[in-house]
């Protein structure tokens, strides 16, 4: 008698702890930012809509866990927290007003943030075996879009019609050429871990059911 028996791997209690306190904290501080703008220097840059839109992404891969994964494989940890970092680093970078006295600092979130979505995405859809074209592929296909809808969102939230469109057009590439690379980077760094055997239980969902015999 044969039995299939799903991918599953050791909770890590680091990677596991960092990303539950990074969505409370995210959740704790767009509150903060709804009641007071001026204090999470959000005033005129979408605070509802980063309220909104956040939660949602934040919350993407364990309500497709729930749905669908929960029943063939353990909780892809890292790529969760990865998708994460992305919606808390921005809310935290503005609430510390980094983004305002770090020259630097919106570059370095352009592309930390679009890598690290783009390597999520990666994680939760190819399997550990894919060739690095293929990871280039989903990682420039996930990045370059992510950059895209960010710059449009940006310019409709608070671009448009404001002080900094004399400067958005530059600004804009200078984005999108950052998220870009930042994917990139993220698509040689899994590929070359992956190589290395590493990351092996990052994606457990697209691992095989294993057949074990049974007497």
């Known amino acids: 008698m044969t039995e299939a028996v799903v991918a599953r791997f050791p909770t890590p209690p680091l990677i596991r702890a960092a990303d539950v ?3 409370f904290v995210l959740v704790w501080l767009l509150v ?3 009641i007071d703008p001026d204090t999470a220097h959000l005033r005129d840059k979408a605070a509802e809509a980063r309220a909104i839109g956040y939660p949602l992404l934040a919350f993407t891969v364990p309500a497709i866990w729930l749905l669908w ?3 063939r494989a353990s909780f892809p940890w890292l790529a969760d927290l990865m998708v994460t970092i992305t919606c808390f680093s921005d809310i935290l970078g503005n609430r510390m007003d980094l983004y305002d006295t770090i020259v630097w600092f919106d570059d370095w979130m352009h592309f930390m943030n679009t890598g690290l979505l783009a390597g999520a995405v990666i994680l939760l859809t190819l399997h550990n075996s894919s060739g690095l074209l293929r990871c ?10 992510a950059a895209i809808l960010w710059e449009l969102g940006e310019y ?8 900094e469109r004399e400067f958005a057009y530059t600004d804009t590439l200078g984005d999108l050429a950052l998220g870009t690379l930042g994917s990139v980077v993220a698509a040689v ?7 290395l055997r590493r990351l092996a239980s990052a994606a457990p969902q697209l691992e095989l059911p294993v057949p074990v015999e049974r007497a």
């Open 69 to 71: 994964w929960k029943d």
């Open 189 to 195: 760094v899994i590929y070359v871990l992956w190589r």
């Open 156 to 163: 409709v939230a608070f671009i448009r019609g404001g002080t």
């Open 136 to 145: 280039l592929e989903r990682a420039l296909a996930v990045g370059a879009t």
């Open 32 to 34: 903060g930012a709804l």
């Open 21 to 23: 306190t990074a969505k």
